[in-house]
């Protein structure tokens, strides 16, 4: 079983509507979280750093849940330009500097 | 943006070659990375250096080399490159920011052809 694990979809969605990627952990003592980013053939992108309490950046929420160790993300209004592949990444539980990368969920959002 | 810079951004060389890819950071971060990641593939950690002089082997086992003599240098080596190790080679770092989570940033990585 991967660490971090995602649905890796492809999920395909109409412009404007609002999708949810799904993210669990397995190691209870990860302390970071976040969400990336990447575009075909290019690098990941920092999206959201994902707070205990969870937080919003304008169409994008993100939320941890520590005792399911789950963590969400919400794309409201999705955009054409939202298409890529969304990367879950927890720390590293024994040292936090290290990343667990999940395998990603590709988006599509069609016209 | 991140300022974080890699070079060359595409290399495409012969078996057996000699080749250093650059990987440079202007943002006085203490953590860098290599990651190695085919086309649809997962990352893979494969060197992270925690300062200078500091260099550990990552996840997956590589044939490449790193050195960290400067905090915003550092560069990967492959001593014969082979086609194996056609990839693309992303660069990445992090720093303590305001006590903020170890985000990393990533520079625009080096694709690497090895005919």
């Known amino acids: 079983r991967k660490e971090v694990e995602q649905d890796p979809g492809p999920f395909n969605v109409p412009e404007g509507a609002t999708v949810a990627f799904n993210c669990t952990y397995s190691?209870?003592?990860?302390?970071?979280f976040f969400w990336y980013r990447q575009d075909c053939r290019k690098e990941p992108k920092l999206l959201m750093s994902?707070?205990?309490?969870?937080n919003e950046d304008g169409r994008f929420t993100a939320q941890l849940n520590r005792a399911s160790q789950y963590i969400s993300l919400l794309i409201r209004d999705s955009k054409l330009s939202d298409s890529a592949t969304y990367l879950c990444?927890?720390?590293?539980?024994?040292?936090?500097?290290?990343?667990?990368w999940g395998l990603g969920t590709s988006l599509a959002v069609n016209p | 943006e991140a300022d974080i810079y890699q070079t060359p951004r595409y290399l495409v060389i012969g078996t057996g070659k000699k080749i250093t890819l650059e990987c440079s950071q202007t943002m006085g971060h203490d953590k860098m990375y290599w990651y190695q990641q085919d086309p649809g593939m997962e990352l893979h950690l494969i060197h992270y250096?925690?300062?200078?002089?500091?260099?550990e082997k990552g996840d997956l086992s590589s044939e490449s080399t790193v050195s960290r003599i400067r905090t915003e240098h550092f560069p990967l080596t492959l001593e014969s490159a082979r086609p194996s190790h056609t990839s693309q080679y992303l660069c990445?770092?992090?720093?303590?920011?305001?006590?903020?989570?170890?985000?990393?940033?990533f520079g625009p990585g080096t694709r690497l052809t090895v005919l």
């Open positions: 250096s925690y300062g200078v002089n500091s260099t």
């Open positions: 994902v707070y205990s309490s969870g």
């Open positions: 990445a770092s992090s720093g303590n920011r305001g006590g903020t989570y170890n985000e990393q940033f």
């Open positions: 990444v927890a720390s590293n539980a024994g040292n936090n500097r290290k990343l667990i």
């Open positions: 190691n209870s003592a990860s302390q970071s």
